[in-house]
């Protein structure tokens, strides 16, 4: 579960105030579509979640703790273990095989690599994509990319999954995949939340906010 209260965010001193002190919690087992005009903030939104920017003021809370005022070095623990971030773009290592990438958040989380391999076998079959697990992403397209993404930010079982745009590179069918991974992890007790322009991704969404 992740809660905000009363948030408000400027990128500058001056500079134009977002979120207007949104209150709202993303409950747990639940996908969150967040939606807007391009320019909004959704992706604002997901780095203050995701523990990567600090809120001008109000509170985030990530699972009974507060966290907006915490020392970077326990924000990163956080979001190592408790976060998972699918970026719009996805940007994969180029030296790392596909199988490596997806394992490598659990390895900074603090797993052993022969503990972990399975479950990250699982995800790419889940998401279409095993038969790549020993490519590199040179090797691999944009929407495999896209998938490979997805993977590597469920490894650690994130209890908040943080979502731009996951689909955006993807036709329909490979967009159910993504969404049916997604909901399977809302199912196992996430709180899932996904920046979205797409209406067919909103209507699989649990709730809606709009900013
Ligand atoms: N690093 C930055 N420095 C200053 N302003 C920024 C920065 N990143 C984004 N902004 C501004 O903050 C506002 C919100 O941007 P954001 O990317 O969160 O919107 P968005 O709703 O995700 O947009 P889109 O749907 O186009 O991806 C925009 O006005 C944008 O220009």
Redesign the pocket.
């Known amino acids: 579960m992740i809660t905000v209260v009363d948030l408000r965010f400027n990128?500058?001193r001056g500079?134009?105030e977002?979120f207007d002190g949104l209150t709202h919690t993303f409950a747990t087992s639940s996908v969150t579509a967040l939606t807007?005009?391009?320019?909004?903030?959704?992706?604002?939104?997901?780095?203050l979640l995701g523990l990567m920017l600090q809120p001008t003021s109000g509170t985030i809370i990530v699972n009974d703790t507060r966290v907006d005022q915490l020392p970077d070095a326990r924000r990163a623990e956080l979001r190592a273990k408790h976060l998972g971030f699918v970026f719009?773009d996805a940007v994969l290592d180029p030296a790392r095989t596909i199988l490596d990438s997806v394992i490598e958040p659990a390895l900074y989380a603090g797993a052993r690599r022969r503990d972990i391999l399975e479950h990250a076998k699982e995800l790419l079959m889940a998401l279409g994509v095993e038969k790549r697990a020993d490519h590199r992403p040179g090797e691999i397209s944009g929407g495999q990319a896209q998938r490979v993404a997805v993977a590597r930010a469920l490894i650690n079982t994130p209890s908040v999954i943080l979502a731009?745009?996951p689909t955006g590179n993807l036709d329909r069918d490979n967009t159910s995949v993504v969404l049916t991974t997604l909901r399977r992890a809302a199912h196992l007790g996430a709180a899932v939340i996904i920046?979205t322009?797409d209406d067919s991704v909103v209507q699989h969404c649990d709730q809606q906010v709009a900013?």
């Open positions: 990128y500058r500079s134009e977002l807007g005009p391009s320019g909004c903030g959704k992706s604002t939104l997901l780095y719009q731009d745009e920046a322009h900013l």
